[in-house]
């Protein structure tokens, strides 16, 4: 940057590279920190990494995703938090803060995963597609992180974050006593979900 800057413009700026430093993410769809659910008390939390991000003008938005349970965690329900992510088109705007960004961006892979990871959910009317919210950095789980994620198969233990063998792509087939309950299923142990969609448009029939 050159020119005057402002004081505090000026020490939101460190702040932001020193949190993306620390803890940024990218992927093909942009760059992303993520922070816990109630984290003030000892880092910055979302709000305030948005707060820093509007003084320097930077456009972004603020979701919410869930990360794994801890290990040594009690609750095995995955950790809720506040993910703050900067559009790839967007990321130009926050270049001249931080130059060493530039270089990095550019090499990201154009067939570098995205944000979402995208199950096929067998319904009574048809196939739908479901979203799941989680931070950016999901690809990179290790195996058991992404066991407690609940994104392996539930039958084969298949890890379903592998996008290049379309017999195993992941169905949300859940039990018929946990209806609620997400349940992670690849396309060989489902049927690619046509056993479910039968079965749950014979009930819907039998209802109506």
């Known amino acids: 940057m050159t020119g005057a800057v402002a004081p505090e413009v000026r020490a939101a700026q460190r702040r932001i590279v ?24 000892w880092k910055a939390t979302a709000a305030d990494i948005s707060r820093d991000l509007d003084l320097l003008q930077v456009p972004h938005t603020i979701v919410t995703a869930f990360r794994f349970p801890l290990a040594s965690s009690y609750s095995k329900a995955m950790r809720e938090g506040e993910e703050v992510r900067i559009l790839r088109r967007d990321l130009p705007h926050l270049v001249p803060w931080m130059p060493s960004l530039e270089q990095t961006v550019t090499d990201i892979p154009e067939d570098a995963p995205g944000w979402d990871f995208i199950l096929f959910q067998p319904r009574a009317e048809g196939m739908a597609l479901a979203k799941l919210v989680l931070p950016t950095e999901w690809p990179a789980w290790s195996k058991k992180q992404t066991r407690a994620a609940r994104l392996v198969c539930a039958e084969c233990d298949y890890d379903l974050r592998d996008p290049e063998d379309e017999t195993r792509l992941p169905y949300d087939v859940r039990l018929p006593d946990q209806p609620k309950r997400r349940r992670p299923v690849c396309g060989q142990c489902c049927n690619n979900g046509v056993d479910e969609m039968e079965r749950l448009a014979a009930l819907a029939g039998t209802s109506s």
């Open 18 to 41: 020193s949190t993306i430093n620390a803890s940024g993410k990218l992927n093909g769809d942009g760059l992303a920190l993520w922070r816990e659910a109630n984290c003030g008390e």
